[in-house]
């Protein structure tokens, strides 16, 4: 072998030691058929010769171009030549777009990942492997960049990660798999003398070199006039990108540990503990938000960072009741002492049920006379008996209700339940007693019994054991 084909067959072969790949379990090699992925595709195929795992590629149809079905034959004939196994999948690119509405370019990646992450989940592999380089490196920071990023975003990409994909349109990520990018510390030049003295004929796309796509302008027209005012340029991208990723992780850790802390999922909900994020940086405070939106939304792509920024201070700051309307039908709830995440169609009905609260359908209305056996919402029941002459009721509140309060002063029952910090998608739902059209009781609040032996009136609040 030449030196460039040795130099680069070596990279990969540590590269897989470095991550610890299980040598009998395949690799899902994605190949276009353009001149990264041949070069990746024959430097896995020696390594693969001399004990290392074994490779099946899978070449991706999108069916976005008449010539897509000869380009799809000319990889299988070149894996025949070269023994490697290939899949030709074709994919749906219009129906992904119709689900995420980001252009036909994501919706062409999507697609592209599903279908790598499906054949490897049916050889029993998690492992995807793509050959980005050091240009795809440099490009991709230059497009987050100018897209507006943070820490992660200017990382650029790493070597190995992994990542949740979805596996059809409309989906959520279903299965975490693994990422594999051996070439991406390798410049575009290497591996075009890698294929020269190999004798690789890369299938070119026409769509490459359309400047209209972002991508293509950053390649076609920044990185050549880049190398022109300094020809190290990539090379100190890559070093710069190598020392963020390491920050990152960094930071990463210091987000874990206060995710577990502050974060807590209950029946697809995610609440935050407000006194405890108060407490952390607001670095910290933004990737766990983050975080937990992504766990709901199944990506957080598509969330901006104007709504992220809002969530984050009414999370700290906001009035008990507000709610931020984040991405799709997801909002952020702000209770008092929590920060509640799910989907609008659903969220208060979860959280009412989290409660434990004693609840009652709104509207209800039951007068009370004998003996009382009445089945609430969320296992409770009240028991008991009334025999007053007086007006006794269960029911719902209603506009203008009075309790008493503090040194059994009448007070509205809205600025009692304002003084009880009670969250307002219970309070339609909470079971009263009202003797009289005053509320005596507000059920499973304040006091978990009502004794009125002048009156007639014994209540209390039980757990529901009957069948």
Not at 26 to 42: E, F, N
Not at 247 to 276: C, K, N, P, T
Not at 371 to 383: K, T, Y
Request: aromatic share 4%.
């Amino acid at each position: 072998m030449s030196d460039v084909v040795s130099e680069i067959v070596e990279r990969v072969r540590c590269a897989l030691i470095e991550i610890e790949h299980p040598e009998l379990r395949p690799l899902i090699v994605g190949l276009s058929g353009g001149i990264d992925s041949q070069v990746l595709t024959h430097a896995l195929g020696i390594v693969a010769e001399s004990g290392g795992p074994p490779v099946h590629a899978v070449h991706v149809d999108h069916e976005l171009r008449p010539e897509s079905g000869d380009d799809a034959a000319g990889v299988q004939q070149l894996c025949r030549e070269w023994g490697v196994s290939c899949d030709v999948v074709k994919v749906d690119v219009p129906g992904w777009d119709a689900e995420l509405d980001q252009g036909v370019e994501s919706a062409a990646r999507h697609a592209r990942y599903a279908a790598l992450a499906s054949t490897a989940l049916d050889n029993d592999t998690d492992t995807i492997v793509t050959g980005h380089t050091l240009n795809d490196q440099a490009e991709t920071v230059m497009l987050r960049l100018l897209a507006g990023t943070g820490l992660e975003g200017l990382s650029g990409m790493s070597m190995f990660s992994r990542r949740p994909i979805a596996l059809a349109p409309g989906r959520p990520a279903v299965r975490r798999l693994a990422l594999f990018r051996p070439l991406l510390g390798i410049s575009r030049d290497r591996i075009e003398a890698y294929a020269a003295q190999v004798g690789i004929n890369p299938i070119e796309d026409p769509s490459n070199q359309s400047t209209a796509f972002r991508r293509n302008a950053i390649r076609h027209n920044v990185v050549p006039h880049l190398l022109e005012i300094e020809p190290a340029a990539l090379d100190a991208i890559f070093r710069t990108t190598s020392t963020l990723q390491d920050d990152a992780g960094f930071i990463a850790d210091a987000v874990d540990q206060a995710f577990d802390e502050i974060v807590a999922e209950r029946s697809g909900v995610w609440m935050l503990e407000r006194q405890q994020f108060r407490s952390v940086h607001a670095a910290i405070q933004r990737r766990v938000l983050y975080r937990a939106i992504d766990s709901v939304l199944g990506t957080a792509l598509r969330l901006s960072q104007e709504r992220l920024e809002s969530l984050r201070i009414a999370a700290i700051d906001g009035q008990p009741g507000k709610t931020i309307e984040l991405a799709d039908d997801v909002v952020g709830y702000i209770d008092y002492d929590r920060l509640a995440i799910g989907h609008v169609t659903t969220l208060e009905e979860t959280l009412r049920k989290l409660s434990w609260i004693p609840l009652l359908e709104p509207g209800s209305e039951t007068r009370l006379c004998g003996d009382i056996n009445e089945q609430l919402s969320n296992g409770w029941r009240v028991r008991g008996s009334v025999t007053s002459d007086q007006d006794v009721v269960l029911r719902t509140r209603r506009d203008g209700d009075r309790t008493r309060g503090p040194r059994r002063r009448e007070i509205k029952l809205q600025d009692w339940f304002t003084d009880q910090k009670v969250p307002r998608y219970l309070r339609d739902w909470l079971p009263l007693i009202a003797v009289n059209d005053e509320v005596r009781w507000v059920i499973g609040l304040d006091i978990t019994e009502l004794r009125d032996t002048r009156s007639g009136i014994d209540l209390q609040l039980e757990l529901d054991i009957l069948d």
